[in-house]
């Protein structure tokens, strides 16, 4: 006889639920007022569910704006994906999506901020996050060098993502403008994929 499983599935549907409420809470929170605006009590309060019912998900606030900032980050991927490539030239469509990557960040100045700054944080729960995040950039700047030998392609998405985290993390202690991270990348891509083998196949 057949084990019917839908009160477990009915639960974990629940609390899949209540978790993505505590995210977007979060996430709206940040996006209002940055980094210090989100604070626990308030996110509980947005999300309607009660304050110990944050901590059963996440251990602190960096981890549960570090597990935002994954949600946000794949967000963005799938954008991308349903954006057509306009040239056929690598060194373009990567620029292009560093591009869109980080006028993102700059329509959403606070937000960006409260994500980089969690993202950041040696707390041991975020580290998955940050290798979530990680694995989905990875991919982002990968796709366009699809047409360079794999050691090379591999080296120059390494080099890209230490110019991107760098360069968020010079803009959140004040050294530099939002805008410069995307001037940055830029810079760095066309620096990194010659033309000449920017489309080798």
């Known amino acids: 006889m057949a084990v019917e499983p839908a009160p477990e599935t009915a639960l974990a549907r629940s609390q899949a639920a209540r978790r993505e409420r505590v995210v977007s809470a979060a996430l ?9 605006a989100v604070q626990m009590r308030d996110v509980a309060v947005r999300a309607s569910v009660a304050l110990g019912t944050i901590y059963r998900y996440f251990t ?8 935002a900032c994954v949600g946000w980050v794949g967000d963005l991927e799938r954008r991308l994906a349903h954006r057509p490539a306009r040239s056929e030239d690598a060194v373009e469509q990567l ?4 591009r869109a990557a980080t006028a993102a960040l700059e329509r959403e100045p606070r937000l960006a901020e409260a994500l980089v700054t969690a993202i950041s944080t040696p707390d041991p729960a975020v580290s998955d996050c940050q290798r979530q995040v990680s694995d989905i950039l990875v991919g982002l700047l990968s796709a366009p060098l699809a047409g360079i030998d794999e050691e090379r392609r591999a080296g120059i998405v390494k080099v890209l993502a230490h110019v991107w985290f760098s360069s968020l993390v010079g803009w959140v202690s004040g050294w530099s403008g939002i805008d410069q991270v995307g001037d940055e990348l830029e810079s ?14």
Request: a negative charge; aromatic letters at 2%; glycine letters at 6%.
């Open 60 to 67: 602190s606030k960096d981890h549960l704006l570090a597990a």
């Open 28 to 36: 709206s929170l940040a996006a209002e007022g940055g980094y210090d």
């Open 188 to 201: 760095a891509v066309r620096l990194l994929v010659p033309r000449s083998t920017a489309s080798q196949d």
């Open 95 to 98: 620029v292009a999506v560093v």
